[in-house]
């Protein structure tokens, strides 16, 4: 039978459409979990789409959308995607080949997109590959049996039209519903899986030869709405460009030295947990972080100094600065002085006497106390290049971040919460300073236009963790009042008032807050 636009309706058509492209998801994605994490394809473009849209834009949709920009970009995708199958079961009103292979182009795509990604081989494509073949199938399936004959020709098979739109509507829905079922069960299945095969490569942390010291109990402020001193691990922001977390087997794991080096190194993760390990308390902060923002977390983090595998590795004269790298092709610059003084700069294998969680960079990741994350917190790290500013650069300096990124001294308030009710009186507030290496050595408060006051601080946990701080305001008297707050550090250096932006370098300014007094 001839393939003709009024033998099938709009709808059967668009709906054809619709359930062969997702079709291919649903086969592609949990197929993926048996390859690497980049072969899954819906993954792979928006991976690349990121790759390739201007910085600008980019960060104007992190500005819009902060951490949900991943949420946002796929239900983005997803609707995108949706249109043009819709698109693509139209046009298969005219031709069943012309449909089927603009749904198989959209397979290559995604193709593409999985051979673009760092580390993927041929046999990443088989998830694709099968995903789309499915979806090319179910498409000339669905199209076919959407054909109504018109009333008076002849019916090859003597179907009425009302039996051949019910054994449409079947088929459709069946195919729908395996779709739905394959995409959940094996995600679920494979999830299981790889979680499974995960926990079996976790190891224990060692035991430190350099433990740090304990945390004073009042290192916490007693203060409902406090953010706890320690951040659990389930709670700590996370920020990174990957899509899909990779899932690293920390038994064939190996981390290589290179660049200016005397000898190339390359050891496996039984070697690194073998050497001396140092336990530091750190508060991890992010250039993003906006005044009076939550892109911070402290963490009691466990590795060994880079410093060891430097000093093992024989660093060459010339230079200054060791770009890591991970697995999914994000670097960091990080000045190699950084890496070889005093400070605490760890290749990390815990976080809070836990290996690390998948998110946070499972097996090792660095971190160096003093510098942002984006130019010194490398999560699922590789390699370390030893090399110089002039010769190479990072993810974030490609993209008009600066390429040093020491930490600003910063506070913020945490109680009450902005636009806040609270009761006459007495007002309790309470918030969070960070100094990374300096530590902070005062925090004030003013409220409305008053005079600055000491707060009180809670007990110190080393300068390279923030401190909490509290202040109680008497006689609070009813009404709209603002609150501000501002820290100095351990040498000294006062906040400064002048709002800077995130970018290129980190924000500064001092932090207020509204609130009401009943
Ligand atoms: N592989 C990888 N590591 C990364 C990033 C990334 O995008 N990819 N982001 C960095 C940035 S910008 C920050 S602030 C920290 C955040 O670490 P967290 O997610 O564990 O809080 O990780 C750093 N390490
Ligand atoms: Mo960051």
């Known amino acids: 039978m001839e393939h003709r636009a009024d033998t099938v309706s709009r709808g059967r058509a668009a709906g054809s459409g619709l359930i062969a492209a997702w079709c291919l998801v649903a086969v592609a994605e949990p197929l993926a979990l048996a390859f690497s994490a980049a072969s899954a394809p819906f993954v792979a473009v928006g991976e690349a789409f990121i790759d390739l849209i201007p910085p600008g834009l980019k ?16 239900g983005a995708m997803a609707l995108v995607y949706s249109a043009a199958a819709l698109g693509i079961g139209l046009l298969g009103r005219r031709s069943l080949a012309l449909a089927a292979s603009l749904l198989a182009v959209l397979g290559l795509v995604a193709a593409l997109a999985v051979l673009s990604r760092s580390h993927t081989t041929v046999l990443d494509l088989v998830p694709t590959a099968v995903g789309t073949a499915i979806g090319v199938g179910a498409l000339i399936l669905l199209l076919r049996l959407a054909v109504d004959v018109p009333p008076g020709e002849a019916e090859d098979d003597g179907l009425a039209i ?5 054994r449409f509507l079947v088929a459709a829905l069946t195919t729908g519903a395996l779709a739905v079922a394959v ?8 999830g299981a899986r790889a979680a499974a095969e995960v926990a079996r490569t976790l ?8 433990p740090a010291p304990p945390i004073p109990a009042a290192a916490q402020v007693d203060l409902a709405g406090m953010p706890p001193f320690l951040t659990p691990a389930a709670d700590f922001y996370r920020i990174d460009t ?4 990779p899932r690293i087997d920390a038994r064939t794991w190996s981390l290589r030295v290179t660049g200016l080096v005397e000898h190339e190194l390359q050891i496996g993760i039984d070697e690194l947990l073998a050497e001396p390990m140092t336990e530091a308390h750190v508060t991890l902060t992010c250039v993003s972080n906006p005044v009076g923002g939550d892109l911070a ?3 009691t983090w466990t590795g060994v100094p880079v410093r060891t595998l430097l000093e093992r590795a024989g660093v060459r004269a010339g230079a200054d600065m060791v770009l890591s790298r991970s697995v999914d092709g994000f670097t960091a610059s990080t000045p190699l002085e950084a890496l070889t003084d005093e400070r605490a700069a760890l290749l990390a294998v815990g976080m809070n006497g836990r290996p690390l969680p998948l998110e946070h960079g499972y097996p090792v990741r660095m971190v160096v106390t003093g510098l942002y994350g984006y130019v010194s917190a490398t999560k699922w790290l590789e390699e370390l290049r030893v090399t110089r500013f002039a010769d190479e650069t990072a993810y974030w300096t490609d993209r008009g971040w600066s390429e040093r990124g020491p930490i600003k001294i910063a506070s913020r308030i945490d109680v009450p919460r902005p636009s806040a009710r609270v009761g006459a ?5 309470g918030g969070t300073a960070w100094a990374q290496q300096r530590g902070i050595a005062r925090v004030e408060v003013r409220v409305d236009d008053g005079p600055w006051q000491d707060a009180q601080l809670g007990a110190s946990a080393g300068d390279d963790c923030w401190r909490q701080w509290s202040f109680t305001w008497e006689g609070a008297s009813s009404g709209e009042h603002r609150a501000t707050v501002r820290a100095t550090g ?3 250096e006062e906040q400064t008032p002048d709002r800077a932006d995130p970018v290129p370098d980190g924000a500064s300014g001092w932090h207020s807050i509204t609130f009401r007094v009943a």
């Open 59 to 74: 960060d104007a949709v992190v500005d819009l959308f902060g951490t949900y920009d991943k949420p946002v970009l796929f």
């Open 162 to 166: 009302d039996a051949r739109r019910r």
């Open 183 to 190: 995409g959940v069960l094996g995600r679920a299945a494979a």
């Open 203 to 210: 190891f224990a942390v060692p035991a430190p030869a350099v």
């Open 242 to 245: 990957a899509l899909a977390v």
């Open 297 to 299: 977390g402290n963490a």
């Open 425 to 429: 009186g007495t007002v309790e507030l």
């Open 490 to 492: 351990g040498d000294g």
